[in-house]
């Protein structure tokens, strides 16, 4: 108490932005589930509020559409890794040509947890024919659906059914593949930063900073995902105590 308060000022920096606080929007996807405008105003408030906005790879709306969206506020993509190397290659591409900063590698999902609830309730709004558009929108992804046979206009949901499985498609990558990923981003990019996220072990946080990522993101998944694990400020703390530096 006593303290003077009456000037306060809570902006920071990350990888170069100069943001109002340190907080920022997460990659939440399928934003179509709660407004049929989807991710767009969303990333538009970030821009008004002056805070960093990540894009997921499950986002509903095209990659161009939301950067214009979120104007010149800072912006980030979070990638789920494909198998597809040429469809990987494209969505980072069409990241960095819409103004997306900086690429987040989420590393925790190669596989949906598995949720009681929305097996009972068939909640995966993927294969009911919403919220595929970010992938819908891509050339690449268009390109196999046609080797598929899929008309995403007369078959919705099984091209919606086909992005979630590029997305989420059960084959767990290792870090042999995140040098590929990485010098990818950055060749594209002209070397914007590359990001680790869902890292919860202290060597895990190690290994990053020695193939040379620029930052991490500790995380479980809001224990969406990761619904086993520790508490993700429980394992930040565990992280800075092991002499990790970033």
């Given at each position: 108490?006593?303290?003077d308060?009456?000037?306060?000022?809570?902006?920071t920096?990350?990888f170069?932005?100069?943001?109002?606080?340190?907080?920022?929007?997460?990659p939440i996807?399928i934003n179509?589930?709660y407004h049929?405008?989807?991710?767009?105003?969303v990333?538009k408030v970030?821009?008004?509020?002056?805070l960093?906005y990540?894009?997921?790879t499950?986002?509903?709306?095209?990659?161009e559409d939301?950067g214009r969206?979120?104007?010149?506020g800072?912006?980030f993509f979070q990638l789920y890794?494909?198998h597809?190397?040429?469809?990987?290659?494209?969505?980072?591409?069409?990241?960095?040509e819409?103004?997306?900063?900086a690429c987040?590698l989420?590393?925790?999902?190669?596989?949906?947890?598995w949720?009681h609830d929305?097996?009972a309730?068939?909640?995966?709004?993927?294969?009911?024919?919403?919220g595929a558009?970010?992938?819908?929108?891509d050339?690449?992804?268009?390109?196999?659906l046609?080797?598929?046979?899929?008309?995403p206009?007369t078959?919705?949901?099984?091209?919606g059914a086909?992005?979630?499985d590029n997305v989420?498609?059960?084959?767990?990558?290792?870090?042999e593949?995140m040098?590929?990923?990485?010098?990818?981003?950055?060749r594209i990019?002209g070397?914007k930063?590359?990001?680790l996220?869902?890292?919860?072990?202290?060597?895990?946080?190690?290994?990053?900073v020695?193939i040379?990522?620029?930052?991490i993101?500790?995380s479980?998944?809001?224990?969406?995902q990761?619904?086993g694990?520790i508490?993700?400020?429980?394992?930040?703390e565990?992280?800075?105590e092991?002499?990790?530096v970033?």
């Open positions: 108490m006593l303290r308060t009456n000037k306060r000022d809570t902006s920096s990350i170069g932005h100069k943001v109002s606080a340190p907080i920022g929007f997460a996807g179509k589930i049929p405008a989807g991710e767009l105003p990333a970030a821009k008004e509020l002056n960093p990540c894009l997921s499950a986002g509903s709306q095209p990659i939301v969206a979120n104007g010149e800072p912006r890794l494909p597809d190397d040429e469809l990987t290659v494209s969505l980072l591409t069409r990241a960095h819409s103004g997306f900063g987040i989420t590393l925790d999902t190669w596989q949906l947890g949720r929305d097996v309730n068939s909640n995966y709004a993927f294969y009911h024919g919403l558009d970010l992938g819908l929108s050339p690449v992804f268009r390109k196999r046609a080797q598929a046979g899929i008309d206009k078959m919705p949901n099984e091209a086909k992005w979630i989420w498609h059960g084959r767990a990558h290792s870090w593949k040098p590929w990923v990485m010098e990818t981003w950055r990019s070397g930063p590359f990001v996220k869902g890292i919860q072990h202290v060597a895990d946080a190690r290994k990053a020695e040379g990522c620029d930052g993101v500790v479980n998944h809001a224990g969406r990761v619904d694990a508490a993700s400020l429980d394992a930040l565990n992280i800075v092991g002499e990790f970033l």
